[in-house]
């Protein structure tokens, strides 16, 4: 599932945002930055996709 979120983060960057944070504020922001330009919106999904990916192992982990 991860695999698929990257390439649509870089394909179709909203689609991985989405598939990663649902409705959200990071959506719109990713909107926005393909609005402004393509590059911008794959560089914001893929970090997001992976900054999303770092919270849920650091969640999962034991202290």
């Given at each position: 599932m991860k695999l698929l979120r990257y390439t649509l983060g870089?394909?179709?960057?909203?689609?991985?945002?989405?598939?990663?944070?649902?409705?959200?504020?990071?959506?719109?922001?990713?909107?926005?930055?393909?609005?402004?330009?393509?590059?911008?919106?794959?560089i914001h999904a893929v970090w997001a996709i992976a900054k999303h990916g770092e919270l849920a192992q650091s969640q999962e982990e034991p202290i």
């Open positions: 870089i394909l179709l960057p909203p689609v991985g945002v989405f598939l990663t944070y649902g409705l959200s504020t990071a959506l719109l922001i990713n909107v926005l930055l393909c609005l402004l330009g393509w590059i911008p919106g794959i």
